[in-house]
């Protein structure tokens, strides 16, 4: 066992070797990182002109800003109203008194019978006349209590009013100047309700999704073609391998010890790609999409499996021949030119744009596809492990 | 037990001819056994037999009583090859204990190991350098270092001293004569002859991927080559003994007649007594390693 973590580790620190690929790997991840960076810039640009409109609406300023200038119209009308209530019940007082003094006058001046002009006019009595005084006096009294209330209400309402507006307009002032509020517009979350921001958010995020896809796909089928096909080829090819088992190692040992190595290599990358994907994505606001969770893990089933195949083919033929057949044996256009596809594996469950921009897996799905990924893997290493046992390791 | 044993070892590659036929060898514990041949010989396949590089076609081997295919007896073997390639993406001292897990050795015990054959082999000061800055002798010292690292209980060495300066030969040397006298055994192939007579118990020799001769450096050479001292030749008489293929050497006070090959010596000595010479005495002559392995692989017998 220990000899078989001693090959991994050895696989792992063998991953040095393969500068050229590396150099080729990192050129392909910048390239895209760039053509990422520059259509993120350029979905910025657009975005941020599109969302001037809502900077204008929509930031806290601005929304501080139209309550203000509401709460300042609802104080102005409160004002307004105050002065019609007042003068209106100025006016009912003076018309109340002016009705009293002229009532009790003609009292005065026309002695005898009393008409109440109402829907049953009659006499009154002379208890009746006598009272009229003083009911007109509670009327104005109430109508001057009326008034007053209505006064005081109004007035209560336009101070209420008056101490909300000094509010906003502190809080107005607390916002700073208007220069932060560029930076609210790049925070927008994706859930704004404006159809050309949310479209280029979610472009945004197929930007990432893309990235990711083609690191995975691209990216990690180069990687683990390098490791596998040439992992025990290139050690047979230099002789390396003859230092390492003239030492008590067995051919299992040593074929399993180097496949272990390149899948933590391998299992690396996939997590390292999906941590650099998540992270821009995340930095951008892009919405990334759910299949990040699993597609790592996907990718690198489907990576193994390659690098299965590469191996296999690596204890047949030359190593780059090797990594070449199992390239196209993974692409399905060339399923239909031979009957060998019945027995590689397919790659249809692991492809990482599918499972970005399509449809969501399912726990039994996803479990699905990781023990048919390991039903693969355990029967190429073990045709591999038939095949380097009777290999001439010279 | 042999340390060493093979019993009709066969090798074909594909279609062409047998590298190695039938090939029967025994190397006994504690003892420097070399391997000689030329170019294609299978003195190389024989070794990749032994350590399970290749399968032979027929036949088996055995070492310590075991056969090749265990991986467990490697850890008895210490193995330099020829050619020797080691990751390069390793220092050396790093590569060395690399191997020395591979062994087995306790951890404990692991660096003191390496740098005793570090110091053996006068690597100390390049031990943190990549190995890819190493230079040719340098690698094949490590490649020996790698093999010495567990003080293994048998040494196959496949042409160990070919790359290197005279310096560093020597110090192989002593070091391969240190290990004979510490018990271990030694199965070495060269073309440096005197360097296997100097070390070597018994050799084989290989033509063709068979077994010509094999024996003690003894066993190869004595008796073969004889000089006939006598008095005084006639004329005619010497003539007569280089027509039957010998080689007379006329001195102040006597006269050789050399046999160089042991057909000839019945031929001088019917010549001798045709012209009535007495043989004063006679003197064993033993070849050297390369008059033997020129004559066997030549003509298949010694001088």
Known sequence: MSALLLIAGDTVRSVRRHRTLLAVLLLFLGTAGALTAVARDEARGIQHRALQRHVREDTPRTVLARRLAAKQAELRQTVEQARKVRSTSRGDRRKARDFRERMLADMTRTPGPILYGGKDPRVLSPDEVRAIPRELQEMERSVAEHSRRARDISFQTARREATEVQTLEAELVALGPEDAQEDHAEHITPEDPDAEAARLMAQRGTIYAGFFNFAMSFGGAILALGLFCTGIASEVGSGTIRATLSKPVSRTQFLLGKCLGAALVLLAYSGLTATVATTFGTMQHAPLSPALAYEPWLGFCSNLMLGGVGLLFSLFVRPAVAGVLAWFTSASCFRWFTPLYAILPSYDSFQASSLLFGQRLSASDLLLSSLYAADVIVILVAVALYRFERMELV | ?303
């Open chain 2, 1 to 303: 037990m042999p340390a060493v044993e093979t019993r009709r070892l066969s090798k074909r590659y594909g279609s062409s001819a047998e590298a190695l036929r039938d090939l029967d060898l025994e190397v006994h514990e504690g003892e420097a056994f070399g391997l000689l041949g030329p170019n294609g010989a299978g003195k190389t396949t024989t070794i990749h037999c032994l350590l399970d590089f290749i399968r032979p076609t027929r036949g088996c081997a055995a070492i310590f009583g075991r056969p090749v295919t265990d991986p467990a007896v490697r850890a008895r073997i210490g193995y330099l090859p020829e050619s020797v390639a080691l990751h390069d993406y390793y220092r050396g001292g790093a590569l060395l204990e690399f191997y020395a897990g591979l062994l087995g050795l306790p951890s404990a015990s692991r660096q003191r190991r390496v740098a005793e054959v570090l110091e053996l082999l006068d690597l100390q000061e390049v031990a943190g350098e990549r190995v890819s800055h190493y230079s040719k002798g340098m690698r094949q010292r490590l490649g020996f270092a790698q093999a010495l690292l567990h003080d293994p209980d048998l040494l196959i060495l496949d042409e160990p001293t070919s790359s290197l300066d005279p310096l560093a030969r020597r110090q192989f040397s002593d070091i391969l004569r240190d290990c004979k006298r510490r018990g271990k055994t030694i199965l070495i192939s060269s073309h440096i002859l005197s360097e296997l007579e100097r070390l070597c118990d018994r050799v084989a020799i290989l033509k063709d991927g068979a077994l010509v001769r094999s024996g003690t450096l003894q066993e190869l050479s004595v008796n073969r080559a004889v000089k006939l001292h006598v008095a005084q030749l006639p004329a005619s008489a010497i003539e007569a003994l280089v027509a039957a293929g010998a080689e007379v050497t006329i001195g102040s006070g006597s006269t050789a007649v050399h046999c160089t090959d042991e057909r000839v010596r019945p031929r001088a000595e019917e010549v001798l007594a045709r012209y009535g010479v007495a043989v004063e005495r006679v003197e064993a002559e033993r070849s050297s390693l390369e008059d033997v392995f020129l004559a066997s692989v030549n003509g298949g017998d010694a001088a």
